[in-house]
T-cell receptor, first 113, second 113 residues
Framework: DTEVTQTPKHLVMGMTNKKSLKCEQH?????MYWYKQKAKKPPELMFV???????INESVPSRFSPECPNSSLLNLHLHALQPEDSALYLC????????????FGPGTRLTVT | GDSVTQMEGPVTLSEEAFLTINCTYT??????LFWYVQYPGEGLQLLLK?????DKGSNKGFEATYRKETTSFHLEKGSVQVSDSAVYFC????????????FGTGTQLKVEL
């Protein structure tokens, strides 16, 4: 089973709201990732967690706050977003933080109004 | 730094035609190479991979060979179907780089009856 699940599938939020995106995998993977994808563009890496520790933050604004409660779960907390943050947010996981293939979830389509 | 160059799209083919999507890369050492496919409204799916020179990745009739001498990883399929219509991303990752994926810009494939 190579499934990564993400909830919600769609999210509409105002600029003053606080919301969270959730990601889960049960493959025993120890590395998890958040990506942002704008239309007709490749995904852009935001954060990497390796063995439940944040290992990479690609200079993401603080209005995005990642959390890894355990090895199977990854959250992305959102606060005071801007309309330009509207995008598809993808979660991925891999066996570990070396050059293994990454498995992606279906994404959360976020619209900021 | 690492980079991946893909042929511009969209590529439009008739059903049962032969497909080639060119991908070349710039990287030091020996990266792992991947092809991902993204169907409309979905996340990325790993299509195939190769981890060392001369490896051939294959899946669902698609193939790509890791060519170190030409720094290429071209995607091929002998007979495309309408259901292959999607965006295809070539990507690479390095050991020791936090398993960051470097993506090409993506190539949209449209297959018509």
């Amino acid at each position: 089973d190579t499934e990564v699940t993400q909830t919600p599938k769609h999210l509409v939020m105002g600029m003053t709201n606080k919301k969270s995106l959730k990601c889960e995998q049960h493959m025993g993977h120890r590395a998890m990732y958040w990506y942002k994808q704008k239309a007709k563009k490749p995904p852009e890496l935001m954060f990497v967690y390796s063995y439940e520790k944040l290992s990479i933050n690609e200079s993401v604004p603080s209005r995005f706050s990642p959390e890894c409660p355990n090895s199977s779960l990854l959250n992305l907390h959102l606060h005071a977003l801007q309309p330009e943050d509207s995008a598809l947010y993808l979660c991925a996981s891999s066996q570990d933080g070396t050059r293994n293939e990454q498995y992606f979830g279906p994404g959360t389509r976020l619209t900021v109004t | 730094g690492d980079s991946v160059t893909q042929m511009e799209g969209p590529v439009t083919l008739s059903e049962e035609a032969f497909l080639t999507i060119n991908c070349t890369y710039t990287a030091t050492g020996y990266p792992s190479l991947f092809w991902y496919v993204q169907y409309p409204g979905e996340g990325l799916q790993l299509l195939l991979k190769a981890t060392k020179a001369d490896d051939k990745g294959s899946n669902k009739g698609f193939e790509a060979t890791y060519r170190k001498e030409t720094t290429s990883f071209h995607l091929e399929k002998g007979s495309v179907q309408v259901s292959d219509s999607a965006v295809y991303f070539c990507a690479l990752s390095h050991t020791g780089g936090g398993n960051k994926l470097t993506f090409g810009t993506g190539t949209q494939l449209k297959v018509e009856l």
